[in-house]
């Protein structure tokens, strides 16, 4: 299908499951945030399962041909994962700067880090027995949770880095053999921390990537929009993702306003192109969107442009969420009349 449009991952959690005042008053937990839940935990897994199955039916209405469990599970993108990880503790946690220079608490490395058991397999198969349209799932990059986590065992940054990636690599294996169409791994620190992007991070990132079964994708960002509001002109790492093994790479034009001429560095990979500017309370129109497309489209084949938001929605109210990812539908829908 021409231009087929997603979720980059998040859709936003309704507010009777998630106290969304914390949820947006605080950078996005790298540890465990249970308080930010309003449902007690004998209740808690119905209640996300019911809103999951929400968050499914509202991206099918809005029309979008590749669906995501919205995350709704989640406290943040990366905790979820990053906690469940042997070597770990998450008990007495680190502190590590997050993209701002704020400290955070963030996981502790007290041994190797392994992953002892799949952490989404089950949300993948909830999500595919749900909906009849392509699926994907996201996992957090290595290179991003080892710059999450403070060091106590490894002593080596790229050594860290590297045991993070095997875990995502198992992962990932399980993720493709539950039969997930494409999985996703978000990696917004690429862009936060370009040195050490180049130095280790993309080594970290590939060896994750190795071996994969099915379609990959890699989500580079700037940070989300009701957190991290400056913008800069253009990606510090980007062009040098044509080295990494990844088939689809997600990045923002929208809030930013990107000279997307910096594609025609990325023509081997297909591109999820963030076409909603998510810093906006108001819904853009149709128009709009196809505007942002076509601004792309000298530097991608149309054939490779996959139509997504800029970040994740999950800070969004959810009538502006739904609104935006429903223009965005018929905004690809507009170009993809064009384009015949």
């Not at 905790?79 to 469940?84: E, G, K, L, Q």
């Not at 910096?262 to 297909?270: G, I, N």
């Not at 969107?289 to 959810?318: F, N, S, T």
């Amino acid at each position: 299908m021409l231009l087929p449009t997603s979720l980059v991952g998040s859709y936003c959690q309704p507010d009777w499951l998630i106290d969304r005042e914390k949820l947006g008053g605080r950078f996005p937990p790298r540890t465990r945030a249970k308080e930010l839940w309003r449902i007690p935990e004998e209740h808690l897994e119905e209640a996300q399962n019911d809103a999951t199955i929400a968050a499914i039916k509202l991206q099918e209405e809005a029309g979008l041909d590749i669906i995501t469990d919205g995350e709704i599970r989640r406290e943040s993108y990366s905790n979820r994962f990053a906690t469940a990880l042997a070597g770990v503790d998450i008990d007495n946690p680190g502190t590590a700067l997050d993209r701002s220079g704020h400290p955070n608490p963030v996981p502790r490395v007290t041994g190797d880090i392994v992953r002892i058991h799949s952490v989404e397999v089950e949300d993948l198969k909830f999500l595919k027995r749900h909906t009849d349209r392509m699926v994907k799932m996201t996992v957090p990059g290595p290179f991003t949770m080892s710059q999450q986590a403070q060091d106590d065992h490894y002593g080596d940054p790229r050594a860290c880095a590297l045991a993070y990636a095997q875990a995502v690599k198992e992962e990932i294996a399980d993720l493709f053999a539950a039969g997930a169409d494409v999985v996703q791994l978000d990696e917004p620190y690429m862009q936060a921390r370009p040195e050490a992007a180049e130095e280790y991070g993309l080594e970290a990132l590939n060896a994750a990537l190795e071996g994969a079964a099915g379609k990959t994708a890699v989500h580079i960002c700037f940070g989300y929009a009701a957190i991290i509001h400056e913008r800069p002109e253009g990606y510090s790492f980007l062009p040098q993702m044509a080295g990494c093994s990844c088939d689809q790479i997600s990045i923002e034009t929208a809030q930013s306003n990107l000279d997307t001429s910096v594609l025609e560095h990325l023509r081997s990979k297909t591109i999820i192109l963030g076409v909603l500017d998510l810093s906006d309370p108001e819904v853009e129109t149709p128009q709009v969107i196809a505007d942002r497309i076509r601004r792309a489209l000298p530097h991608v084949d149309a054939e490779k442009v996959i139509v997504a938001p800029d970040c994740g929605l999950k800070y969004l109210p959810r009538e502006t969420a739904f609104g935006k990812i429903r223009a965005m539908a018929e905004g690809a829908a507009l170009v993809r009349s064009e384009l015949g």
